[in-house]
């Protein structure tokens, strides 16, 4: 009964403490960016965050569909439902939401450590460790979608977890319904969102019919998108943000490749000129032909450019992952110089140690799957889901520039127990007297 009674202490205890630690340290790094009173006002200083507004507007019916139209093709209902939400209620609401995110993540972390390791202290530790995180605290005051798909990602990456602990299907159909809700966040987890749900639909033990119907009602959210997609722009896909991506970065700097210019000082001025050119031509494409066609158009010239210049187009690929995959966080700009230094190179730091962290799990679930031991067989699913929710990450990389790291910013969390989950893995298979 004793014993009992101090687990549930330290149950209680250790959560507790985590969050009064990591409160602390979110308000000391963001009241060192702006004064408390001041958070608020950084909420749309980021161009993007004003079209995540414009389409919460209009699911509202603040505005009407024409004002946003550009916003609605590239921003999916999800995050812009709740942005819409949160400021009717209080200018301070979606701050305190986004806190709360981030805030619970620290939470997930120890969870998933503790389901990991058994080790109340070690997850303890490793949970600190995940809060330390500058990235992700810094676009917290933001309008921006990066909280929420890292939140969805790491309570998705839980359940699996505890899946293959209990081998209980509700909790591979809640991973699921969760990667449904992070794909209308973030449309690249569609894809995974589709592999995973098609999966499970192929390999779970469970009536065909019954299933189906579940999938199907966890797939509510992605029809929706899909369908507001298909009835205002005859697009049958989550976002036009893709197409986007592709006109506006990876073809406007393609052009540098094409002919030969090195890098120099009068390069971003370059850039911005072919990707203003871009930017009136697609515009027009879209006027004139609407956003299917368009979308036909840019489609059409990526696979020219990646047919014609082949070394090129790898080359720009891969110096854009390289290159963002090493930056700094853009949303750390802080009211004292020195301060905002520092945090330059901290978040710099970290950026590198994601990297690291990442390289290293990918090397060590390789060497878990060369064991082939038995008893690690439902690791492979968890080493699978892991390898692509990142992996997807960094190969957006590779159409983009310009972010800083907040491409990156969703899969800190998830990168971090990844690392904590190889590690306990290889822990066993080196010591197999100890159990998992």
Request: glycine residues 2%; charged residues 15%; hydrophobic residues 50%.
């Amino acid at each position: 009964m004793t014993a009992d009674r101090s687990r549930k202490i330290i149950s209680f205890i250790i959560p507790f403490t985590l969050i009064c630690i990591s409160t602390l340290f979110y308000y000391y790094i963001n009241s060192n960016i702006r004064n408390f009173h001041d958070w608020p006002s950084l909420k749309y200083t980021s161009g993007d965050s004003q079209t995540y507004f414009n389409v919460g507007q209009w699911l509202i019916g603040e505005k009407s569909f024409s004002e946003v139209k550009q916003s609605v093709a590239i921003r999916p209902f999800f995050y812009p439902l709740f942005v819409a939400s949160l400021e009717k209620i209080h200018p301070w609401a979606i701050i305190i939401f986004q806190f709360i995110l981030w805030e619970t993540q620290i939470l997930l972390a120890y969870f998933c450590g503790t389901l990991i390791s058994k080790s109340p202290a070690a997850s303890f530790i490793f949970s600190l460790f995940c809060a330390t995180f500058l990235s992700p605290i810094g676009i917290s005051l933001h309008v921006l979608s990066e909280t929420l798909t890292s939140f969805l990602l790491t309570i998705s990456l839980l359940f699996l977890i505890i899946y293959t602990e209990k081998h209980n299907n509700k909790f591979i159909l809640i991973h699921i319904a969760t990667l449904s809700l992070c794909s209308v966040v973030r449309p690249v987890y569609f894809y995974l969102f589709f592999l995973d749900a098609s999966l499970c639909f192929f390999f779970l033990s469970m009536n065909k019919v019954k299933l189906l119907i579940i999938l199907i009602v966890i797939s509510t959210p992605v029809i929706f998108q899909i369908s507001i997609m298909m009835i205002k722009f005859n697009i049958n896909n989550v976002s036009f943000i893709d197409t986007l991506a592709f006109n506006d970065y990876y073809l406007s700097k393609i052009e540098l490749y094409k002919r030969k210019i090195e890098k120099n000082e009068n390069s971003a001025a370059q850039i911005h000129a072919i990707r203003n050119g871009r930017r009136m031509w697609l515009g027009d494409a879209i006027d004139k032909y609407g956003y299917k066609e368009a979308r036909y158009f840019v489609n059409r010239e990526l696979w020219k450019t990646i047919t014609f210049f082949p070394y090129d187009s790898f080359r720009l690929f891969l110096d854009l992952i390289l290159e963002n995959s090493k930056q700094p966080s853009n949303f750390l700009a802080s009211k004292n110089y020195i301060t905002e230094r520092r945090f330059f190179f901290i978040s710099l730091a970290q950026s590198a140690t994601l990297r690291m962290l990442n390289l290293s799990s990918l090397l060590l679930s390789l060497l878990i799957f060369i064991s082939r031991k038995k008893q690690y067989t439902n690791s492979y699913f968890v080493n699978m889901f892991l390898f692509l929710s990142i992996y997807m990450v960094y190969i957006s990389n590779g159409v983009s520039f310009w972010q800083g790291d907040r491409l990156i910013v969703p899969v800190y969390f998830i990168s971090a127990i990844w690392f904590f989950y190889q590690i306990n893995m290889v822990r066993n298979i080196l010591l197999p007297c100890r159990k998992l």
